[in-house]
C-alpha cells in the first residue's frame, strides 16, 4: 500500500509530519485554517498538490463545525480564510487556484437565492473533497501518459533509467504522485531499470521522503548527491530526466526544487530528454513567462543545519532560494493528464 500524507473524514483532517520522517511516522490534527497556515508554512506537509488540498481541506474542518446561518458572512470569511491560506507559501500556484475556484463558488452560491445555508455548507465541502479524488485520478493519467512518452521516445524495448530531484510521490500528493507516478507506471510497465534520485538540499526531501517512498515501493533505486548529477549522465546511460513543478507559467518556464534548473542544462548538455510532470493546478496561464514566478526564500537555519546539528561555519551568509526557474528552452515535454505537451504548445490544452 502507498505511503499516505492525508487522512481525511467529514471534519476531521490528519497529515502525516514529513519534518519527522523518515525516522518516526506521526500524524498531526489539523483542525481548521490556522493549524492548515501553520503545517503548510513549516513544511510538515509539502509538495505543491498536498499543500493546495490540505489548506483547503483545513477550511472544510473548520466550516464543517461552523454554525453560521448568514451566506453572504460564510462567503466573507471563506474569501478571507483562503487568501490568508494562499499566503503561507508563495511560489506553487496549486493553492492559489484553488482558492480562486472555490472564491467563485462561495460567490455563486452567495448569491443564488435558491441556495440555503445548510446547501451552501454541503455543496462547498463537497467540491474540497472532489479535490482529493480527483488529483489521485490526475497523477494516474500523468503516470500513464509519463511512460508512454519516455518508452516511445527511448531507444529499442530495453530498460529504461531514469533520474528524479525533489519529492512528487505519495507524501507530496494526494496519493501516486507526478514524477514519482511516472516512474511507478514504468515499473508496472516492467520495463523501469532504475531510478536515481537526488539528495535535495538543503533540505533533503529526496534522501528523506523519495528515497523512503522507492524503497517502500520496492523499485530498485540509488540515492545520489546533488553534484553527481552530470557525472552520472556522463558514466551511466540516463532515459530521462523527471520531475515535478510548482508552478508552469504560460510559456513553459517551469519553477521546481531549487537545483532542478541546473540538472536541465546537464541533461540538455548530454542529450537526455528532460520532463516536467505536472497537473494542470500547477499550470498558471495568467503569467506569460517564467520571470514573473515569486521564488520563495526559506530561513538559512535549513541550511546551516542538518537537524539540531550546525554544518556551516558560524558567521557566514546564506543564501537559500527554495525554488529555481528552469526555461521553457530546456524542457522536452510537460506531462498532464491531459497528455504530453512541448512548452511552447501549452495553450492547446484548453482544446483537450
Ligand atoms: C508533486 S510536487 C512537485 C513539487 O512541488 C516538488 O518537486 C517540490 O519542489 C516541492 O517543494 P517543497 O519545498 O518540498 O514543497
Not at 445555508?117 to 465541502?125: G, M, Q, S, T
Not at 508496472?188 to 515501493?217: F, I, M, W
Not at 530498485?220 to 546511460?237: F, G, H
Not at 527554495?322 to 493528464?337: N, Q, R
Request: net charge negative; glycine share 8%; hydrophobic share 40%.
Amino acid at each position: 500500500m502507498s505511503l499516505e500524507s492525508i487522512r481525511y473524514t467529514r471534519g476531521s483532517l490528519d497529515i502525516l509530519d514529513q519534518l519527522l520522517l523518515p525516522l518516526q511516522t506521526r500524524y498531526v490534527k489539523v483542525d481548521g485554517v490556522e493549524d492548515g497556515w501553520k503545517v503548510i508554512n513549516k513544511m510538515q506537509v509539502r509538495g505543491a498538490p498536498a499543500i493546495a488540498i490540505v489548506g483547503c481541506l483545513s477550511l472544510a474542518v473548520e466550516l464543517e463545525k461552523d454554525n453560521n446561518s448568514d451566506k453572504k458572512v460564510m462567503r466573507q470569511e471563506i474569501e478571507g480564510k483562503l487568501n490568508y491560506l494562499v499566503s503561507a507559501r508563495p511560489t506553487a500556484v496549486n493553492i492559489k487556484l484553488a482558492a480562486d475556484e472555490l472564491i467563485n463558488l462561495a460567490n455563486s452560491l452567495s448569491a443564488d437565492e435558491t441556495v440555503t445555508p445548510e446547501d451552501f455548507k454541503e455543496r462547498f465541502i463537497s467540491r474540497i473533497e472532489g479535490m482529493l479524488i480527483k488529483d489521485i485520478e490526475d497523477n494516474k493519467a500523468i503516470g500513464r501518459y509519463g511512460c508512454e512518452a519516455i518508452l516511445k521516445n527511448s531507444e529499442g524495448d530495453g530498460p529504461v533509467r531514469i533520474l528524479t530531484h525533489c519529492n512528487t510521490g505519495s507524501l507530496a500528493t494526494a496519493g501516486y504522485g507526478t514524477a514519482l507516478g511516472v516512474i511507478r507506471s514504468l515499473q508496472e510497465s516492467k520495463r523501469l531499470d532504475h531510478v536515481y534520485c537526488t539528495e535535495t538540499r538543503p533540505y533533503n526531501q529526496g534522501a528523506r521522503l523519495t528515497a523512503y517512498e522507492l524503497v517502500h515501493e520496492k523499485i530498485p533505486s540509488t540515492l545520489i548527491v546533488d553534484s553527481v548529477v552530470s557525472a552520472l549522465m556522463n558514466s551511466r546511460r540516463i532515459t530521462a530526466v523527471v520531475v515535478g513543478a510548482d508552478r508552469v507559467a504560460a510559456n513553459g518556464d517551469t519553477a521546481n526544487k531549487i537545483g532542478t534548473y541546473q540538472i536541465a542544462i546537464a541533461a540538455k548538455h548530454h542529450g537526455v530528454p528532460f520532463y516536467i510532470a505536472a497537473p494542470l493546478t500547477s499550470i498558471d496561464m495568467s503569467l506569460t513567462s517564467g520571470e514573473r514566478i515569486k521564488i520563495e526564500e526559506r530561513p538559512e537555519r535549513e541550511m546551516t543545519h542538518v537537524g539540531v546539528h550546525r554544518i556551516a561555519a558560524p558567521g557566514i551568509n546564506c543564501w537559500n532560494p527554495s525554488f529555481d526557474v528552469t526555461p521553457a528552452a530546456l524542457i522536452t515535454g510537460i506531462i498532464t493528464e491531459k497528455g504530453v505537451f512541448a512548452p511552447d504548445k501549452l495553450s492547446e490544452i484548453e482544446s483537450k
